[in-house]
Nanobody, 116 residues
């Protein structure tokens, strides 16, 4: 069974920074693609950033140059460093694990609110 536990959300002023963390159960982490998705009120959940098992990142255009995704396989954790936050970054951020040959799972979500 794969478990995901997110942390690091909160309230921040525009221009500020936050770092999200997602700790996964040990099994499968190193071989999985990890992703962060955002769901703003009234909108569908959308990809923010993802990182492959080979540490290749991919970002939504709206966050390029501001957000950085990274992973620490020794800690089974993926991070999302968010800088220069704007009100448009507000939403619930979900961690996702995509395990080859097994499937995908979502975390419970963590709220990020950016005040302008």
């Amino acid at each position: 069974q794969v478990q995901l536990v997110e942390s690091g959300g909160g309230l921040v002023q525009a221009g500020g920074s936050l770092r999200l963390s997602c700790a996964a159960s040990k099994n499968f982490f190193a071989v999985s693609t990890m992703g962060w998705y955002r769901q703003a009120p009234g909108n569908q959940r959308a990809l923010v950033a993802q990182i492959t098992s080979g540490r290749i990142p991919n970002y939504a255009d709206s966050v390029k140059g501001r957000f950085t995704i990274s992973r620490d396989n020794a800690k089974n954790t993926v991070y999302l460093q968010m800088n220069s936050l704007t009100a448009e970054d507000t939403g619930v951020y979900y961690c996702n694990i995509d395990v080859p040959g097994w499937g995908r799972k979502w975390g419970q979500g963590t709220q990020v609110t950016v005040s302008s």
